[in-house]
């Protein structure tokens, strides 16, 4: 297993500005803090898009397969790869507890937080038998995370309120 981190989104809100190079409170970029984190728990770690911005991290990354099919297209190219961690580049609070739960959690497909009837599919971990999902989904035309999870039979990863304040990400410059 390895985690993967999406950066390929093209940061319209954030003016053209790659979320995952900001630095988090802890003072590292985003990038980094992932990385770390991966590390902590055992796990190499890719990046997941191809966007010039991240060349110089020396990080390996993961192509979207195919590209401009959003992240679907990119968890395409993580899970050729085998099981997988999917997150965002742009959540800076997870801690390394959330994410061992995510790492250690009962076996499922798909294990992944739901608020409100919405999935985090970009903090799950997928089992690489979801990768013909995937690949079937791609090929009729229908991109959306919530209706992979929903199809492939994610469970459900349970989160405390505190946890949950983990999960925020960056949509605007400011943290």
Do not use: H, N
Not at 19 to 38: C, D, N, Y
Not at 93 to 106: C, D, F, I
Not at 120 to 127: H, I, Q, T, V, W
Not at 157 to 175: F, H, K, R, Y
């Amino acid at each position: 297993m390895r985690g993967g981190i999406f950066v390929g989104g093209a940061a319209t809100r954030m003016g053209g500005r790659p979320k995952g190079l900001l630095a988090a409170p802890s003072g590292e970029t985003i990038v980094a803090r992932w990385q770390r984190l991966f590390a902590e728990v055992g796990l190499p770690c890719v990046l997941v898009g191809a966007r010039a911005e991240y060349a110089q991290l020396g990080i390996p990354v993961v192509a979207d397969e195919p590209p401009g099919a959003g992240p679907l297209g990119g968890l395409a190219g993580l899970l050729a790869g085998g099981s997988a961690i999917a997150v965002a580049c742009d959540m800076p609070y997870v801690s390394v507890t959330l994410l061992r739960r995510l790492v250690e959690g009962p076996p499922a497909p798909i294990l992944a937080p739901r608020r409100q009837g919405r999935w985090e599919p970009l903090f799950a971990r997928y089992d690489a038998v979801v990768l013909a999902a995937v690949r079937s989904r791609l090929a009729t035309g229908r991109l959306g995370l919530q209706g992979l999870l929903d199809e492939a039979g994610a469970e459900e990863l349970v989160v405390s309120t505190s946890e949950w304040a983990e999960l925020e990400d960056w949509d605007t410059l400011e943290p």
